[in-house]
């Protein structure tokens, strides 16, 4: 993957815990995030550092989506069959 393209995804993971906290008003612990000191604005720093923060984000929000018990959502019934697909 490309650095532009682990960017572009710690920036999409930045947003989803900005969202959890001011739109849902529901704070995100992210100690682990937080202390590797880089924000998706660091473009300076090197790839590795922002696969580390974007693992390390995405696993701090999915650990607190879980601590909550959030119901998982079944998509399976919402895709079309695939003749459904070809005929429009």
Do not use: W
Request: charged share 25%; hydrophobic share 40%; net charge negative.
């Amino acid at each position: 993957m490309k650095k532009e393209e682990l960017l572009h995804l710690h920036m999409l993971m930045f947003h989803v815990r900005t969202y959890f906290r001011d739109i849902l008003n529901d704070e995100i612990l992210t100690e682990r995030y937080d202390s590797l000191e880089i924000t998706p604005a660091h473009i300076h720093k090197d790839k590795n550092a922002h696969r580390d923060a974007l693992l390390t984000l995405g696993d701090e929000i999915v650990s607190h989506i879980h601590s909550r018990n959030v119901p998982v959502i079944d998509h399976s019934c919402l895709i079309a069959s695939p003749q459904v697909a070809v005929a429009h």
